[in-house]
């Protein structure tokens, strides 16, 4: 799935704006056709803290309007519940963005961790290089 609106940006500085009130969420929609119902969503969207979501779920609005109604039994139920979610500003999935994305953060350093005070490396340690040592039996 796509991630919109964070083009040019470093994950330093989604995080921040994540702290000042930015979140991700996407926009689910049905498409009906006579005996067919399909649930969908779409691309996921990065809502900065001073944006409405409007401008991102109309375009997801109007396709349920026309597209979802159609399909019997379920095509009235999913399309209800999709303007629910668009009408609400969307589904949330920051937590999981976030979390994909720090670990996934080129700038980070994880060559190294700290867990309970443990300092562990995902790279091995280059040892100093000693010289074999042969034990040679005495005849």
Known sequence: MQIKN???LRVAEIRQLVDQG???VFFPYTISLAVITLRR????YF???DESTFKYSYKHIATNGVMGWWGIPWGPIYTIGSLYHQLSGGKEVTREVMG???QHDPEA???TYNINGTVSY???QQQEEKPPVYN????
């Open 6 to 8: 964070i083009e040019g």
């Open 136 to 139: 040679i039996p005495k005849d």
């Open 22 to 24: 930015g979140k991700f």
């Open 41 to 44: 969503s779409s691309s996921i």
């Open 100 to 102: 994909h994305l720090i």
């Open 47 to 49: 809502i900065r803290p």
């Open 109 to 111: 350093n994880t060559s």
């Open 122 to 124: 995902n790279m091995p």
